[in-house]
């Protein structure tokens, strides 16, 4: 079985920046993509950036957040600059891949609030 560990969200200041990491650990297994979503209070779950190969990044944080994943060590980080009002949200890990039986997974972290003050 597949976990997924978060960590880095907080409280900043419109303008700040904040680093999201999250890491992936179990036995037997392989990640096809690794990412972060996000959700908002009374929104559904939104794509924020993922990483399966090529690398998928919204239109609403392009240019202001990076993703960057670790094959060798099953991590992915999100590194979130410029940050706005409007990202408050909690963020939560997405991992994919196959475990050593070959069946399909798909895996979400804790989630990590990230709020961002006006």
């Known amino acids: 079985q597949v976990q997924l560990v978060e960590s880095g969200g907080g409280l900043v200041q419109a303008g700040g920046s904040l680093r999201l990491s999250c890491a992936a650990s179990?036995?037997?297994?392989?990640?096809?993509?690794m990412g972060w979503y996000r959700q908002a209070p009374g929104k559904q779950r939104d794509l924020v950036a993922i990483d399966g190969g090529n690398t998928n990044v919204a239109d609403s944080v392009k240019g202001r957040f990076t993703i960057s994943r670790d094959n060798a060590k099953s991590t992915v980080a999100l590194q979130m600059n410029s940050l706005k009002p409007e990202d408050t949200a909690v963020y939560y890990c997405?991992?994919?891949?196959?475990?050593?039986?070959?069946?399909?997974?798909?895996?979400w972290g804790q989630g990590t609030l990230v709020t961002v003050s006006s």
């Open positions: 997405y991992a994919g891949g196959r475990d050593i039986g070959q069946s399909r997974f798909e895996v």
């Open positions: 179990g036995t037997a297994f392989s990640i096809d993509a």
